[in-house]
């Protein structure tokens, strides 16, 4: 088990940027996937980019373009990098790692408490 903490949530107008970070509490390098997600409200839970152990990423199309995934592996932090922020962006964004098929949800078994980002307009 690792336990994940993300950081970086915050108010932010439509248009500004924000970076979020995921600290873990352990070294990751033994996980296959790393990824992001984010729930808004009563909505299904969206994968918005992954990224896999040889460098491998996806990104959700509402935010290709937009938000970038990167990883120091030395300090153990996965980023979520975030422009052109929309209101739709707003959400709860949660961290996780985890193994095997990385563009499934269902390989992702360590997760993040979560940080909140509203967009306003």
């Known amino acids: 088990q690792v336990h994940l903490v993300e950081s970086g949530g915050g108010s932010v107008q439509a248009g500004g940027s924000l970076r979020l970070s995921c600290t873990a509490s352990?070294?990751?390098?033994?996980?296959?996937?790393m990824g992001w997600f984010r729930q808004a409200g009563e909505k299904e839970r969206e994968r918005v980019p992954a990224v896999t152990s040889l460098g491998f990423t996806s990104y959700a199309d509402s935010v290709k373009g937009r938000f970038t995934i990167s990883k120091d592996n030395a300090k153990n932090i996965l980023y979520l990098h975030m422009n052109s922020l929309k209101p739709e962006d707003t959400a709860m964004y949660y961290c996780a790692v985890g193994y095997g098929n990385c563009y499934s949800d269902s390989a992702y078994n360590n997760w993040g408490q979560g940080t909140q980002v509203p967009v306003s307009s």
């Open positions: 352990t070294d990751t390098s033994g996980f296959t996937c």
